[in-house]
């Protein structure tokens, strides 16, 4: 008898109900076919010219140092701040998490008026820094930094919390039996267990703020050289020249799937 019923588990799962089928495969098209019309519709054959315009290799270049420069910024502040959400218990650390994931749920552009209110010339801090050391933020390259590490930090803390809980911690008690201090342990003990969470979540951090939109074009604004990244630049050509348009959507695209290529280790193998 249970001979029988392991021979009969396995043609169970191999069935798949055409309930369940149908709308799956029409959901996997509703993904697929935008991209494959991005694809199917890119100018090939004036694809090389239009990537080397001036304006196209300015935007991109100043996605990948503004993106660069944020994930940067959230390695600093977010390694840290994901450490303390892992390892420190304190009254209200569930609202500093859920503070901390707000940003994922808010629209862009709300984000960036919130950062117009705090950084603005009459903001919170904005009128202070101008006054004091005469620094202004608002519409400029800084202030594109600024957009792109509000909404990408939360990928950056996330994945790092998480691999700082999943982490062994004997491994650390170890390091400070022998008499390391917290820091070095923090430097040559957790941070190499912790690396390839960490890595992962600097792509994603990176990848989030190249693609940013609504909080840039808010609090940073919309000027080619400065503050025009790949994304703006989409948004522009589209009413001027929809084969530009295009093409730099499929720099973003192939961005993307290249990013997934590289986490295809941690985010799609089976289990």
Do not use: K
């Not at 304006?55 to 450490?83: E, I």
């Not at 303390?84 to 609202?95: D, T």
């Not at 990408?152 to 790092?160: C, E, G, K, N, Q």
């Amino acid at each position: 008898m249970t001979q029988v019923l392991d021979h009969a588990t396995p043609r169970r799962r191999g069935r798949v109900p055409a309930a369940l089928l149908i709308p799956a495969g029409l959901g996997l098209l509703f993904l697929v076919l935008p991209l494959a019309g991005l694809v199917i519709r890119a100018p090939w054959t004036t694809l090389p010219q239009r990537l080397t315009e001036p304006g196209a290799l300015t935007a991109l270049r100043l996605s990948v140092q503004t993106a660069t420069l944020a994930t940067v910024l959230c390695l600093l502040l977010g390694v840290p701040l994901a450490w303390v959400l892992a390892r420190v218990e304190f009254p209200g650390r569930r609202l500093v998490r859920a503070l901390v994931t707000v940003p994922l749920v808010l629209p862009p552009v709300v984000g960036g008026v919130a950062l117009l209110l705090v950084f603005g010339r009459r903001g919170l801090l904005g009128g202070w820094l101008d006054a004091t050391f005469g620094i202004t933020l608002p519409f400029t390259t800084a202030g594109v930094v600024l957009a792109e590490s509000f909404v990408a930090m939360p990928f950056l803390v996330i994945a790092v919390e998480g691999a700082l809980r999943a982490a062994d911690h004997r491994y650390e008690e170890a390091a400070a039996t022998l008499g390391a201090s917290r820091w070095t342990t923090f430097t040559h003990v957790t941070l190499p267990l912790v690396a390839p969470g960490l890595a992962a979540g600097a792509v994603l951090c990176w990848a989030r703020a190249l693609g940013e939109f609504g909080a840039t074009i808010t609090f940073a604004g919309n000027y080619p050289g400065r503050t025009q990244t790949m994304p703006l630049a989409v948004y522009l050509a589209l009413e001027t020249d929809l084969e530009s348009a295009i093409v730099l959507s499929l720099v973003l695209l192939v961005v993307s799937v290249g990013i997934l290529v590289a986490l295809r280790d941690r985010w799609m193998t089976s289990p």
